[in-house]
């Protein structure tokens, strides 16, 4: 069970583009999913957290107009690079966990390896 | 939040025992202690998590100290398929995130 389904898997895109991509909780309602994001060789950096219904928060030094984030269900969460460029290449993974207790786990997706031309 | 300190890299031979340690020496009295790994490109994969007493399931055990200021995972019988990068985590009791530190790499040897 907790199965998180990340899409697409990988993209290549010209720069200027805007790129969604979607994260969807398969098995379970996710209240609070979350957006991270991987350089190589580096660890995940948590860029926002999303709640079902309300607007992302969003960590400092991520830019919510460039990184928009919509919660609209409780299984579907999307996050769009808008305007991406050659820096935002990276590989973007997201999470969701069932309720809010932190004595619930976050089930990650698989990631989505973004490269900007 | 509570930050977490893991040794960088570790190597451990194939059926023995790895045991993982992680420092938390910040963490309060109701933040829980995750772990997590990375295989290459792929998302992280949740192992185990306790709050104080120690945890077993189908994957690994989970030692936490009495004063909770440290942790040790252990996967009993390592594998190769068990290489991969290791994270300690505490979650944070504001908006559950998690906020991960360097880790560990583990390289299982045949």
């Known amino acids: 069970g907790a199965v998180v389904s990340q899409h697409p898997s990988r993209v290549i895109c010209k720069s200027g583009t805007s790129v969604k991509i979607e994260c969807r909780s398969l098995?379970?309602?996710?209240?609070?999913m979350f957006w991270y994001r991987q350089f190589p060789k580096k660890s995940l950096m948590l860029m926002a957290t999303?709640?079902?219904?309300?607007?992302?928060?969003?960590e400092q030094g991520v830019e919510k107009d460039k990184f928009l984030i919509n919660h609209a269900s409780l299984t579907l969460s999307t996050l769009t690079v808008t305007s991406a460029h050659p820096e935002d290449s990276s590989f973007y993974i997201c999470?969701?966990?069932?309720?809010?207790?932190?004595?619930?786990?976050?089930?990650f997706g698989d990631g989505t390896r973004l490269s900007i031309l | 939040d509570a930050k977490t300190t893991q040794p960088p890299s570790m190597d451990c031979a194939e059926g023995r025992a790895a045991n993982l340690p992680c420092n938390h020496s910040?963490?309060?009295?109701?933040?829980?202690v995750y772990w997590y790994r990375q295989i290459h490109s792929q998302g992280p994969q949740y192992i185990i998590h306790?709050?104080?007493n120690n945890e077993t399931n189908e994957m690994a055990s989970l030692i936490i100290t009495e004063d909770r200021k440290s942790s040790t995972l252990i996967l009993p019988h390592a594998t190769l398929r068990d290489t991969a990068v290791y994270y300690c985590?505490?979650?944070?009791?504001?908006?559950?995130?998690?906020?991960f530190g360097t880790g560990t790499s583990l390289t299982v040897i045949p």
């Open positions: 999303s709640n079902e219904g309300s607007k992302a928060t969003y």
């Open positions: 306790g709050l104080k």
């Open positions: 910040t963490i309060s009295g109701n933040e829980y």
């Open positions: 999470s969701a966990s069932y309720g809010s207790s932190s004595n619930q786990p976050q089930h």
């Open positions: 098995d379970f309602q996710a209240t609070t």
């Open positions: 985590i505490v979650r944070g009791l504001r908006g559950n995130q998690f906020y």
